[in-house]
Structure formats: structure tokens, C-alpha cells
């Protein structure tokens, strides 16, 4: 159910960007108490992209998932800038997530929805 995609001016070998992916999907089946099966990460990388003007490493990040709790985005925010910072070099205030708590009934998922 958790979707996490991942958009960054940064370039990735295939190896780092495989290592992105797995840490990212532990940490979002983590920080949303989800299992990990149901977690989607997406990453595209050498996006041409600029914040304030500058090219300077950022990102952009979305997070859905069913019943994403609104009172938690605060340390959701904390800990995927953490990631960013350490797996990509992009500072917090490079770094913008837009949270979306997704309807069930609006998810689907083989061949249903949730």
C-alpha cells in the first residue's frame, strides 16, 4: 500500500541505486508499521530539475500509502530527509515530500483494491 517515489537531480550508479531502493522500503514498512511486501519505492534519478533556482543536489519526494497518519508526517518528513542526506548528499531544506493518505477504495491492487 505505501508508495514512496523518489525524483533527484543526483546520479546513481545501478549499484547505489539498488541500495537506495532497499533502504528506503525498509524504512517507509518501518516508519508506517507496514509490511514490507506491500511497499512500492520508485526512483528516478538525473531528473533535470532545479530548487530556488540552483541545480545543487535536491529532491522531490512522494509518500502515499492507505491511512497515513496525518499527526506522523512531521517525523516521516525528519526521517526520509535523514535518508536523503545520507544516501544522495541533499540537505533537509533541498528536499520537498508531498504526503498523500490514499482511500482504499481508490488503491488497487491485483486485479481489487483495498
Known amino acids: 500500500m505505501p508508495l514512496l517515489k ?28 507496514k509490511p514490507e511486501r506491500y511497499v512500492m519505492v ?3 534519478t538525473a531528473a533535470t530539475m532545479t530548487f530556488g533556482g540552483d541545480t545543487s543536489p535536491l ?19 525528519t526521517a526520509l530527509c535523514e535518508l536523503m542526506n545520507t544516501a544522495l548528499g ?12 490514499a482511500q482504499g477504495h481508490l488503491w488497487g491492487w491485483n486485479g481489487g483494491t483495498f
Not at 6 to 33: H, N, P
Not at 59 to 77: N, V
Request: cysteine-free; hydrophobic content about 50%.
Open 6 to 33: 523518489i525524483q533527484t537531480y543526483a546520479v546513481l550508479d545501478a549499484d547505489a541505486g539498488k541500495a537506495l531502493l532497499a533502504e528506503a522500503s525498509r524504512a517507509v514498512a518501518a516508519l508506517l508499521g
Open 42 to 44: 520508485s526512483l528516478e
Open 59 to 77: 529532491a522531490y519526494l512522494e509518500m502515499k500509502s492507505i491511512g497515513l497518519p496525518q499527526e506522523r508526517t512531521a517525523a516521516l518528513s
Open 90 to 101: 541533499v540537505s533537509a531544506d533541498r528536499v520537498y515530500i508531498e504526503f498523500a493518505d
